[in-house]
């Protein structure tokens, strides 16, 4: 799910995981709309991310205005954690932003609490159009019928490697490859080039979704979990053998640079994330880094999907018609994809991705490799995660972390992350 490349995902979940489902949310309250003077409509905008997406926001905010006269967006950004809390608390009072960024994560929350709007209608009405996305992104959005986002941009799990040391460990990472590959390639990383092979995927829930997904399982159905405590108890035991054997780097020493990544630091060959945040090593370190196909357990199937990031309605707002022409102009025109570039991940729109040339090193391998597995036909379809999978993968982050630090038994990690999602999903 997912947010800016210039952010630690990992430092951020743990104050959302805590800060979001702290907060209640009813569904009492009035449109979130107004209007003006004139017969202008203003609509409220709201999203998470650095001053350099909010720069390139507010162009796009300019042409829309200008395509728009009598539509007038009011905006407000936020970093990612305190952009939920502060949703959460409008959310409850009956006023959320008219228009706002969203992830899959919150889809389903949002849903059952009556916030999202619906836009189906708005699609027959003619100002939405779902055609024109790309690999099967136009169905990302939907929960139970319900149009309740629409992609604005795509990225999907990814190994970021430092070639040189894969280049000096004979290790080529080609699709297809396997984890007995993976895990044959980091013991040579780790005994030609002395580091960790891999930063130690435990912690990471979207890895480990993959891994379920190639099972035949997943994180989360509909409602709850998808896997069993024996399921977390082989995943974390191997990971712990892996910390042991050095084939991952010191999760100690991950710690103590943090909010710098592990491979940018020079201490292990390779990381899993999702393929935008690549940008981030180049800024962060001084490897030769590129990206690298997910393992398979039988060389064919890697679970793999196009995540998001979505641009969602209130169900409060006095203009849904107006909402939708906003929405529809963000994730279609051309100009806005060269705007935005790569800043939300991959334009989701076949216009806005061939508008947008990327120049430089990073986002023409990001580009590249989306497209590689989307014609490679790997790509499936994912369920929308149940309410409560924001705090899921929160604990799930922290409690991985502490058995990697060995500060906790497997038994007991397991056992603890099980109550608390229990708890989360019920919630």
């Given at each position: 799910?997912?947010?800016?490349?210039?952010?630690?995902?990992?430092?951020?979940?743990?104050?959302?995981?805590?800060?979001?489902?702290?907060?209640?949310?009813?569904?009492?309250?009035?449109?979130?709309?107004?209007?003006?003077?004139?017969?202008t409509v203003t609509?409220?905008?709201?999203?998470?991310?650095?001053?350099?997406?909010?720069?390139?926001?507010?162009?796009?905010?300019?042409?829309?205005?200008?395509?728009?006269?009598?539509?007038?967006?009011?905006?407000?950004?936020?970093?990612?954690?305190?952009?939920?809390?502060?949703?959460?608390?409008?959310?409850?009072?009956?006023?959320?932003?008219?228009?706002?960024?969203?992830?899959?994560?919150?889809?389903?929350?949002?849903?059952?609490?009556?916030v999202l709007l619906?836009?189906?209608?708005?699609?027959?009405?003619?100002?939405?159009?779902?055609?024109?996305?790309?690999?099967?992104?136009?169905?990302?959005?939907?929960?139970?019928?319900?149009?309740?986002?629409?992609?604005?941009?795509?990225?999907?799990?990814?190994?970021?490697?430092?070639?040189?040391?894969?280049?000096?460990?004979?290790?080529?990472?080609?699709?297809?490859?396997?984890?007995?590959?993976?895990?044959?390639?980091?013991?040579?990383?780790?005994?030609?080039?002395?580091?960790?092979?891999?930063?130690?995927?435990?912690?990471?829930?979207?890895?480990?979704?993959?891994?379920?997904?190639?099972?035949?399982?997943?994180?989360?159905?509909?409602?709850?979990?998808?896997?069993?405590?024996?399921?977390?108890?082989?995943?974390?035991?191997?990971?712990?053998?892996?910390?042991?054997?050095?084939?991952?780097?010191?999760?100690?020493?991950?710690?103590?640079?943090?909010?710098?990544?592990?491979?940018?630091?020079?201490?292990?060959?390779?990381?899993?994330?999702?393929?935008?945040?690549?940008?981030?090593?180049?800024?962060?370190?001084?490897?030769?880094?590129?990206?690298?196909?997910?393992?398979?357990?039988?060389?064919?199937?890697?679970?793999?999907?196009?995540?998001?990031?979505?641009?969602?309605?209130?169900?409060?707002?006095?203009?849904?018609?107006?909402?939708?022409?906003?929405?529809?102009?963000?994730?279609?025109?051309?100009?806005?994809?060269?705007?935005?570039?790569?800043?939300?991940?991959?334009?989701?729109?076949?216009?806005?991705?061939?508008?947008?040339?990327?120049?430089?090193?990073?986002?023409?391998?990001?580009?590249?490799?989306?497209?590689?597995?989307?014609?490679?036909?790997?790509?499936?379809?994912?369920?929308?995660?149940?309410?409560?999978?924001?705090?899921?993968?929160?604990?799930?982050?922290?409690?991985g972390t502490d058995?990697?630090?060995?500060?906790?038994?497997?038994?007991?990690?397991?056992?603890?992350?099980?109550?608390?999602?229990?708890?989360?999903?019920?919630?």
């Amino acid at each position: 799910m997912h947010t800016t490349g210039s952010v630690d995902r990992r430092s951020l979940l743990r104050a959302a995981g805590a800060s979001v489902a702290a907060l209640g949310l009813t569904a009492a309250g009035c449109g979130a709309g107004d209007g003006s003077g004139g017969g202008t409509v203003t609509l409220r905008y709201a999203w998470w991310g650095a001053d350099d997406r909010a720069k390139k926001i507010n162009r796009t905010i300019a042409l829309f205005e200008k395509r728009y006269p009598k539509i007038k967006i009011k905006t407000d950004f936020q970093p990612y954690a305190d952009f939920w809390t502060k949703f959460q608390t409008q959310a409850s009072g009956g006023n959320p932003p008219d228009v706002f960024q969203n992830a899959i994560g919150f889809l389903r929350k949002y849903n059952d609490k009556h916030v999202l709007l619906d836009l189906k209608q708005q699609v027959s009405a003619g100002h939405l159009s779902m055609a024109g996305f790309r690999a099967g992104l136009a169905k990302f959005g939907e929960v139970d019928g319900k149009l309740l986002g629409v992609p604005v941009g795509s990225n999907s799990m990814a190994l970021v490697i430092d070639k040189d040391a894969y280049r000096k460990a004979g290790i080529t990472p080609e699709l297809g490859w396997t984890w007995n590959d993976y895990y044959a390639g980091l013991k040579k990383i780790r005994d030609t080039q002395h580091i960790g092979g891999d930063s130690g995927p435990m912690g990471i829930m979207y890895v480990y979704d993959l891994v379920l997904r190639q099972a035949g399982k997943a994180f989360f159905t509909d409602k709850q979990l998808g896997f069993t405590e024996a399921d977390l108890t082989e995943w974390w035991t191997k990971g712990l053998d892996g910390v042991k054997s050095g084939i991952y780097a010191d999760p100690k020493k991950i710690e103590q640079v943090k909010p710098k990544a592990g491979l940018s630091a020079g201490l292990s060959g390779g990381e899993f994330t999702w393929d935008n945040f690549s940008v981030r090593y180049t800024a962060e370190g001084k490897g030769n880094y590129g990206l690298a196909p997910i393992p398979s357990t039988d060389g064919k199937t890697t679970g793999q999907y196009l995540g998001s990031l979505m641009l969602s309605g209130s169900a409060r707002t006095r203009h849904p018609a107006e909402v939708a022409q906003f929405i529809n102009f963000m994730v279609h025109d051309p100009e806005v994809g060269r705007i935005m570039g790569f800043d939300r991940g991959v334009p989701a729109t076949t216009a806005q991705f061939n508008a947008f040339k990327p120049t430089d090193t990073v986002s023409q391998g990001i580009s590249a490799y989306e497209t590689q597995i989307a014609d490679a036909g790997i790509l499936q379809t994912i369920t929308p995660h149940p309410a409560g999978a924001d705090t899921c993968e929160a604990a799930f982050l922290r409690i991985g972390t502490d058995v990697s630090l060995q500060t906790t038994s497997v038994a007991k990690a397991v056992t603890q992350f099980f109550s608390e999602a229990k708890t989360a999903l019920a919630s």
